[in-house]
């Protein structure tokens, strides 16, 4: 079992729609979570990052962490075909805070 | 303000061979990473480093060697390269730690092995 796991998708969703993409860690001891975005062909960049339980907005999008049930997900409002990319979680292990585990990303797809 | 730059941005090599993927980066970030990149196992740490001389494990060390004797500069060899190492490298940096920080990656290299 990979430590930090996705649907690769595609998720297709129509323009001006939320966009929900969701992440599921192994690791309790997981303790920083982040959303990065990578366009086909480029490098990935951060959208945010999540530490506390609930909610954290940043413009369209908003992060969810629920520690509990060891799920993340990222909600992209009035989602843009500008929005389509792969979307990587990532989570520090509990075993060392210095590095990242990624999941596979979730393709997300935007049409007009 | 150049960043994080990666070199070559493409490279063939040929089974056995031993190849360097450069990393340099202009901001003084403490921490570098090392990281491939492949179809359905999304983004693997190979290689990190907390600061200059000190370097640890990732994921997926197995055929790679490291070094950093300079803060900028962490580059990555594959003493005999071989046709699974076939893959997108990313190099990436970060001022602290991952639990806290941004890591701010390069534009990568893509190296494949015949």
């Known amino acids: 079992q990979k430590e930090v796991e996705q649907n690769s998708g595609p998720l297709s969703v129509p323009e001006g729609a939320i966009a929900s993409l969701n992440c599921t860690y192994s690791d309790r001891g997981s303790q920083s979570f982040f959303w990065y975005r990578q366009y086909s062909g480029k490098s990935p960049e951060l959208i945010m990052f999540i530490y506390s339980n609930g909610d954290k907005e940043d413009g369209r999008f908003t992060a969810q962490l629920n520690k509990a049930s060891q799920y993340v997900s990222l909600l992209i409002r009035d989602s843009q075909p500008s929005d389509s990319a792969t979307y990587l979680c990532a989570a520090t292990p509990g075993y060392n805070t210095d590095k990242l585990i990624f999941g596979t990303g979730t393709r997300l797809q935007v049409f007009p | 303000d150049a960043g994080i730059t990666q070199s070559p941005r493409y490279k063939i090599t040929e089974t056995g061979r031993q190849v360097t993927l450069m990393c340099h980066q202009t901001w003084s970030h403490s921490y570098m990473f090392w990281y491939r990149q492949d179809l359905g196992h999304g983004l693997r740490l190979i290689y990190y480093?907390?600061?200059?001389?000190?370097?640890d494990k990732g994921e997926v060390p197995d055929g790679y060697v490291v070094s950093r004797s300079k803060t900028e500069n962490f580059p990555l060899t594959l003493e005999s390269a071989t046709r699974s190492q076939t893959s997108v490298y990313f190099c990436?940096?970060?001022?602290?730690?991952?639990?806290?920080?941004?890591?701010?990656f390069g534009p990568g290299t893509r190296l494949t092995v015949l």
């Open positions: 990436a940096s970060s001022t602290s730690g991952a639990r806290t920080d941004t890591q701010y």
């Open positions: 480093s907390a600061a200059a001389d000190i370097t």
